[in-house]
């Protein structure tokens, strides 16, 4: 994890994702996940470059089972984009940094 990005869970989601204005992404993660550990430094340097703009935040599936359930992750890495506490744009699998850019791009227009 990155200066830039912060962990949430089950109980801290809603104030940190939901209730805020502006656009967070959330990563739903595991630590047995070889392509969540793959994709981490992307989502860091992506937490650098969009910091202020964009929050970048963490959610690992294997602590919290009520959010992921409520957004039906099903696989893993899952990307999901919040504007203003609703869902813009969602991807799952490791992507590169570029698409994860244009999801960010796209919610914060």
Known sequence: MSEHTIEVNDDSFEDTVLKPAGTVLVD??????????????TLAAL?????????????????NKHVPTNYGV?????LVVFRDGQVVDSVAGAQPKSKIASMLDKALA
């Open 28 to 41: 739903f993660w595991a630590p047995w996940c070889g392509p969540c550990r793959a994709l981490s430094p």
């Open 74 to 78: 099903r696989a893993l890495p899952y």
């Open 47 to 63: 937490a650098e470059e969009y910091h202020g703009r964009v929050t970048i935040a963490k959610m690992n599936v294997d602590e």
